[in-house]
C-alpha cells in the first residue's frame, strides 16, 4: 500500500529489494504467532470472546508482568501502524485529490502542500477518535477490513494480469463491490442491521461483485494495450 511505497521511494538507492524482502520475512510471525495462541486457547479450553484470547493466553502463561509488557508492544505497534497510515492517506488525498481536482493541477510549492497534508492528518486522526468511541472488538475490524480490501484486490490482481482491462469497469467493480461489502458484511457484523444473507455469503457477494464487473466490461469493451512511451514520451511531458 501506499505507507510501503513512501517507505521504498525513501529508502537508499539500490537497497529497495532488501528492504521488501526483509520486512516481509520479518513480518511473517507476526500472523503465525496469533495462530498458534488461538490454538493454544482451544487446547487450554478458555471460555472468553475469540478477540481476548490473545491477552488471555499471555495472562495465564506469562503472568501479570506478561500482560504489561504485551499491552506496550501492542500500543507500540498500533502507534506505528496509525502514523504510516495517516501519513500515506494525507499523500493520497493532497497527490491524488486535492491538487488534481480542487487546485486543478495548479503549481504548489512544497510549504503548501506540507500544510495541506498537516490538515488532513488532524481531520483523519479525530475522525479515528471519534470511530474508537464504539469500541468494536478487534476481531470484528479485521472482518470488516478484510471485507472492505475484497473489493480493491480484485481490481488490482487482473490490472496486473490483463493488458486490456477496462479501467472504467475496474473502477466500477471497486466502487460497487465496497458498497456491497458494507451492506452485506461490515453494517450487518456490528449489529446495525439484521443479515440479509449469513456473513460469510456476504463475503463471497463481494467477491463475485468486484472480479465480475471488470471482467464482464472487459469482455465487452476491452482497453487498447497501454503505450509507455507515448504516455512517458517527451512529446506528451
Known amino acids: 500500500d501506499q505507507s510501503v511505497w513512501q517507505r521504498i521511494?525513501?529508502?537508499?538507492?539500490?537497497?529497495?529489494?532488501?528492504?521488501?524482502?526483509?520486512?516481509?520475512?520479518a513480518w511473517l510471525p507476526i500472523p503465525?504467532?496469533?495462530?498458534?495462541?488461538?490454538?493454544?486457547?482451544l487446547a487450554h479450553g478458555l471460555d472468553v470472546n475469540p478477540?481476548?484470547?490473545?491477552?488471555?493466553?499471555?495472562?495465564?502463561?506469562?503472568?501479570?508482568?506478561?500482560v504489561y509488557a504485551m499491552a506496550i508492544i501492542m500500543i507500540a505497534t498500533i502507534l506505528s501502524t496509525t502514523d504510516s497510515c495517516l501519513n500515506a492517506l494525507s499523500t493520497l488525498i493532497v497527490k491524488d485529490i486535492y491538487i488534481p481536482y480542487i487546485k486543478k493541477n495548479a503549481v504548489?510549492?512544497?510549504?503548501?502542500?506540507?500544510?495541506?497534508?498537516?490538515?488532513?492528518?488532524i481531520i483523519s486522526g479525530l475522525a479515528i477518535a471519534i470511530f474508537s468511541l464504539a469500541q468494536f472488538s478487534i476481531l470484528y475490524l479485521n472482518y470488516a477490513v478484510?471485507?472492505?480490501?475484497?473489493?480493491?484486490?480484485?481490481?488490482?490482481?487482473?490490472s496486473v494480469f490483463m493488458k486490456k482491462l477496462n479501467k472504467n469497469a475496474a473502477y466500477w467493480?471497486?466502487?460497487?463491490?465496497?458498497?456491497?461489502?458494507?451492506?452485506?458484511?461490515?453494517?450487518?457484523?456490528?449489529?446495525?442491521?439484521?443479515?440479509?444473507?449469513?456473513?460469510?455469503?456476504?463475503?463471497?457477494?463481494?467477491?463475485?461483485?468486484?472480479?465480475?464487473?471488470?471482467?464482464?466490461?472487459?469482455?465487452?469493451?476491452?482497453?487498447?494495450?497501454?503505450?509507455?512511451?507515448?504516455?512517458?514520451g517527451q512529446e506528451a511531458i
Open 108 to 121: 504548489m510549492n512544497s510549504k503548501q502542500e506540507l500544510k495541506i497534508a498537516r490538515f488532513v492528518v
Open 146 to 158: 478484510g471485507a472492505l480490501t475484497l473489493a480493491i484486490t480484485w481490481p488490482f490482481v487482473l
Open 51 to 66: 478477540s481476548e484470547v490473545f491477552p488471555a493466553i499471555v495472562g495465564e502463561l506469562l503472568g501479570t508482568w506478561g
Open 173 to 232: 467493480g471497486l466502487v460497487v463491490g465496497t458498497i456491497s461489502g458494507l451492506f452485506f458484511a461490515v453494517i450487518p457484523g456490528a449489529g446495525l442491521m439484521e443479515p440479509i444473507v449469513p456473513l460469510w455469503v456476504g463475503y463471497l457477494i463481494s467477491h463475485a461483485i468486484s472480479a465480475g464487473i471488470p471482467l464482464i466490461g472487459t469482455l465487452f469493451a476491452p482497453d487498447r494495450d497501454f503505450e509507455f512511451e507515448k504516455a512517458f
Open 9 to 25: 521511494y525513501a529508502s537508499k538507492k539500490g537497497t529497495e529489494t532488501k528492504l521488501v524482502l526483509g520486512t516481509t520475512f
Open 32 to 41: 503465525a504467532v496469533a495462530g498458534l495462541m488461538g490454538m493454544v486457547g
